[in-house]
Protein backbone atom coordinates (compact mmCIF):
# COMPACT_ATOMS: atom_id res chain seq x y z
CA UNK A 1 0.00 0.00 0.00
CA UNK A 2 2.83 2.41 0.97
CA UNK A 3 4.71 1.93 -2.10
CA UNK A 4 1.34 2.54 -4.19
CA UNK A 5 0.76 6.18 -2.56
CA UNK A 6 4.58 6.79 -3.09
CA UNK A 7 4.81 5.86 -6.77
CA UNK A 8 1.01 7.33 -7.72
CA UNK A 9 -0.35 9.53 -5.17
CA UNK A 10 2.43 11.66 -5.04
CA UNK A 11 3.21 12.93 -8.36
CA UNK A 12 -0.32 13.94 -9.24
CA UNK A 13 0.02 15.54 -5.51
CA UNK A 14 2.75 17.75 -6.62
CA UNK A 15 1.35 18.32 -10.18
CA UNK A 16 -1.59 19.88 -8.17
CA UNK A 17 0.55 21.65 -5.81
CA UNK A 18 2.34 23.39 -9.19
CA UNK A 19 -0.79 23.81 -10.92
CA UNK A 20 -2.43 26.13 -8.57
CA UNK A 21 1.57 27.40 -8.32
CA UNK A 22 1.48 28.60 -11.81
CA UNK A 23 -2.98 29.38 -11.66
CA UNK A 24 -1.36 32.33 -8.83
CA UNK A 25 1.97 33.42 -10.41
CA UNK A 26 -0.48 34.23 -13.85
CA UNK A 27 -3.22 35.77 -11.32
CA UNK A 28 0.23 37.49 -9.78
CA UNK A 29 1.61 38.60 -13.01
CA UNK A 30 -1.79 40.34 -14.55
CA UNK A 31 -1.71 42.19 -11.54
CA UNK A 32 2.38 43.32 -12.40
CA UNK A 33 3.95 41.74 -9.18
CA UNK A 34 7.90 41.09 -10.88
CA UNK A 35 7.88 37.35 -10.48
CA UNK A 36 11.24 34.91 -10.39
CA UNK A 37 11.60 31.66 -10.85
CA UNK A 38 12.97 30.27 -7.54
CA UNK A 39 11.60 28.20 -5.13
CA UNK A 40 12.35 26.55 -1.69
CA UNK A 41 10.99 23.34 -1.00
CA UNK A 42 10.08 22.57 2.37
CA UNK A 43 10.60 18.60 2.67
CA UNK A 44 12.42 16.37 0.45
CA UNK A 45 9.86 13.37 1.30
CA UNK A 46 7.84 11.85 -1.47
CA UNK A 47 5.77 14.38 -2.24
CA UNK A 48 8.59 17.42 -1.65
CA UNK A 49 11.09 15.28 -4.43
CA UNK A 50 7.90 15.52 -6.70
CA UNK A 51 6.98 19.13 -6.33
CA UNK A 52 11.13 20.00 -6.92
CA UNK A 53 11.19 17.94 -10.01
CA UNK A 54 7.90 18.84 -11.30
CA UNK A 55 9.52 22.62 -10.76
CA UNK A 56 12.65 21.62 -12.00
CA UNK A 57 11.23 20.46 -15.59
CA UNK A 58 9.42 23.88 -15.89
CA UNK A 59 12.64 25.40 -15.49
CA UNK A 60 12.57 26.66 -12.19
CA UNK A 61 15.60 27.25 -9.47
CA UNK A 62 14.84 24.64 -7.21
CA UNK A 63 16.20 24.48 -3.46
CA UNK A 64 15.39 22.08 -0.63
CA UNK A 65 15.26 22.26 2.81
CA UNK A 66 15.28 19.00 5.10
CA UNK A 67 16.39 17.96 8.21
CA UNK A 68 17.18 14.29 7.56
CA UNK A 69 21.11 14.13 6.06
CA UNK A 70 19.62 11.27 4.12
CA UNK A 71 17.06 13.29 2.38
CA UNK A 72 19.56 16.17 1.74
CA UNK A 73 22.64 14.12 0.18
CA UNK A 74 19.35 12.62 -2.06
CA UNK A 75 18.37 16.26 -3.10
CA UNK A 76 22.20 16.68 -3.54
CA UNK A 77 22.01 13.70 -5.74
CA UNK A 78 19.98 15.05 -8.50
CA UNK A 79 21.56 18.33 -8.79
CA UNK A 80 18.97 20.28 -6.39
CA UNK A 81 20.65 23.10 -4.44
CA UNK A 82 19.76 22.45 -0.51
CA UNK A 83 19.87 24.75 2.68
Known amino acids: MQTTLLTFES ?5 SVC ?3 KKTLF ?4 A ?4 SKNALV ?6 GKAVANELKGL ?19 QSIKFN
Open 11 to 15: PIIAW
Open 19 to 21: HEL
Open 27 to 30: RLTE
Open 32 to 35: GVPI
Open 42 to 47: LGFGAI
Open 59 to 77: GWNVAVYDPLAERVQDAAD
